[in-house]
C-alpha cells in the first residue's frame, strides 16, 4: 500500500514530546539513563517497531532518516509519521539503540517501501544514546565497525536487499570528523563488508571526506538545519546548540537551496562550500517539534523542485 506524503499525517499519530536529554556527561550516572528510558513509550506490538531519529534530503530531492532508535516494544520518535517522506534510512545497529528485532524489521520495512537500507553504526554506550566521546584505538574502531556492519548486512542479505550507503551515529561521527586513523579503521571495515563502492555520508571538508576520497570510496556531504555551526563553520552538537524552530529551519533550508549559506549559532550568515553541490541536509526527529520540522523542510525543498 503506498502513503502519500500529503495524507500521511492523518495516518498516523506522533508520540514524542520535548527533546530528549542530552545531559548524560558522566557514563556512570543511572539518573541518565531513567531519564533516557522515560522517553520510550511501550507498544502493543509483540515485537520492536521501527524507530527513527533523524531525516534529511539528498540533493534537494531524495530524504534520508535514522531508524530503528528504540528496543522492542519501546518506540522512540514519531517513525510513522516521517516514514512515508523518506527515501533511505540509517537502520541503528545494536549498539547505540536498536536491537536484532528492530533491525530485522527495520529491513523489511524498508524494502517493502523501497526505501535505501543504510547502516547506521553507534558507540558502545546504550544509556549515552551514542552521544558521548568514548575514546578508542583504530583497532578497536575498526573491530567495533566491523561488528555492527557485520549483523545489519547479514539481515540485509537474508532478505534479499542490498546495504545502500553508511553513517556514523552521534559522538562516533564527531570522532571521525576528527581523526583520520578512527575514519580510516572505519572506512577499512565498511569496504571489508560491504566493498568499496557503497557511499559513505559524513561532513566536508573534513578527515571523512578526506579518507574517503583516499580510499576510493564514493562520499555524499551533508549539513545541518536544526543544530548549529560556530563562526568558522564547525558543527556543533546537539547539547551545544541552540533551540530549533520550525521557521528557523524554513529559513536555513531556503538559505542553503538558494545561496549556498546558512546561519551560525549567533545569527550571523555563514557560507556553506559543500552547498555548492549534491549534499544532505539533516533534521533530527527527537526534537520537540520534529514532525512539524521535517514538513516545513519537505516544503520548501518540494517547492524548489
Same mark, same amino acid.
Given at each position: 500500500m ?7 499525517s ?31 513509550? !511501550? ?9 527513527? +531519529? ?41 549498539? +547505540? ?17 523501497? $526505501? ?9 554506550? $546504550? ?13 578497536e ?11 545489519l ?5 537474508? /532478505? ?13 561521527? @564527531?570522532m571521525?570528523?576528527?581523526d583520520?586513523?578512527?575514519?580510516h579503521?572505519?572506512?577499512?571495515? +565498511? ?22 576520497r *583516499? ?5 555524499? !556531504? /551533508?549539513? @545541518? ?32 537551496? *538558494? ?19 549534491? @549534499?544532505?541536509i539533516?533534521? +533530527?526527529?527527537?526534537? !520537540?517539534?520534529?514532525? /512539524? ?5 519537505? /516544503?520548501?525543498?518540494n517547492?524548489?523542485?
Amino acid at each position: 500500500m503506498t502513503v502519500s506524503k500529503n495524507d500521511f499525517s492523518e495516518r498516523v499519530s506522533l508520540n514524542c514530546g520535548q527533546r530528549m536529554s542530552d545531559d548524560l556527561s558522566d557514563p556512570n550516572d543511572d539518573l541518565a539513563l531513567i531519564r533516557r528510558l522515560a522517553w520510550f513509550k !511501550p507498544t502493543n506490538q509483540p515485537l520492536a517497531r521501527v524507530h527513527l +531519529h533523524c531525516i534529511a534530503a539528498q540533493g534537494c530531492e531524495k530524504l534520508i532518516s535514522d531508524m530503528g532508535e528504540g528496543y522492542y516494544r519501546w518506540a522512540l520518535g514519531p517513525d510513522e509519521a516521517l516514514f512515508p517522506l523518506i527515501d533511505y534510512a540509517n537502520i541503528a545497529c545494536g549498539m +547505540h539503540a536498536g536491537d536484532h528485532n528492530t533491525m530485522l524489521r527495520m529491513v523489511r520495512l524498508a524494502k517493502q517501501a523501497g $526505501v535505501g537500507i543504510g547502516a547506521h553504526p553507534g558507540l558502545d554506550d $546504550v544509556k549515552g544514546f551514542g552521544r558521548r566521546i568514548l575514546p578508542m584505538t583504530p583497532e578497536e574502531c575498526r573491530s567495533l565497525t566491523l561488528y555492527q556492519l557485520g549483523a545489519l548486512k547479514a539481515m540485509v542479505d537474508a /532478505e534479499g536487499a542490498k546495504i545502500s550507503h553508511v553513517k556514523p551515529h552521534g559522538a562516533f561521527y @564527531f570522532m571521525l570528523r576528527d581523526d583520520a586513523a578512527l575514519t580510516h579503521a572505519f572506512l577499512t571495515a +565498511h569496504i571489508s563488508v560491504n566493498g568499496n563502492g557503497t557511499p559513505f555520508v559524513g561532513l566536508a571538508g573534513t578527515n571523512m571526506e578526506t579518507v574517503a576520497r *583516499e580510499l576510493g570510496v564514493p562520499f555524499i !556531504p /551533508e549539513l @545541518f538545519v536544526d543544530i548549529d555551526y560556530d563562526a568558522d563553520g564547525k558543527l556543533l552538537s546537539v547539547p551545544m546548540s541552540n533551540k530549533c524552530t520550525v521557521e528557523g529551519i524554513r529559513k536555513k533550508v531556503q538559505s542553503l537551496i *538558494e545561496s549556498g549559506s546558512t546561519t551560525d549559532k549567533q545569527g550571523n550568515k555563514l557560507d556553506i562550500p559543500a552547498a555548492k553541490g549534491k @549534499f544532505t541536509i539533516c533534521l +533530527h526527529s527527537d526534537m !520537540p517539534t520534529a514532525l /512539524e520540522n521535517a514538513k516545513a523542510a519537505r /516544503e520548501v525543498l518540494n517547492a524548489a523542485q
